[in-house]
């Protein structure tokens, strides 16, 4: 089990690198939209291969936790809540329920943590930077 997360990372990273060359990786004045996903692949491919040869080399014993897959699962409820409610407030209600329900802080903290990184958000990537980002069904964000 434990050589799985760092398989993924590795296929994911694949997945990302090869999928950056679908787009420009440098346009007239700086980096186009494929450079990010780039870095970010081969990252994860490194990353990845490094927990792997670190795991073999020294024959570590992993105890899976169901706790070390909350991560996985918050990404996927992100993704999934972004084609409903949009993005920006899908990462500020996960923000806030990592908080209280995993990180055990007090609801108004993780409410003013949560909603102040989704203000943050939409003020940089929809006014600022104009980004499309996905909006839901609602069509609020």
């Known amino acids: 089990m ?54 073999y080399r020294t024959k570590e014993k992993s105890d899976f936790s169901i706790k070390s897959v909350f991560p996985v699962l918050g990404v996927v409820g992100i993704i999934i809540a972004s084609y409903i409610i949009g993005l920006i407030p899908a990462l500020g209600a996960f923000i806030i329920s990592w908080m209280v329900f995993y990180e055990k802080e007090r609801w108004g903290k993780s409410l003013m943590v949560g909603i102040g990184t989704a203000v943050v958000l939409w003020l940089i990537f929809d006014l600022w930077l104009a980004v499309p980002l996905p909006m839901g069904v609602f069509g609020l964000f």
């Open 2 to 55: 434990g050589y799985v997360f760092p398989g993924l990372s590795v296929l994911v990273g694949l997945y990302w690198a090869v999928k950056a060359f679908g787009y420009k990786l440098w346009v007239l004045n700086g980096p186009g939209g494929g450079l990010f996903p780039l870095i970010a692949g081969i990252l994860a491919i490194v990353f990845g291969i490094v927990l792997i040869v670190r795991r």
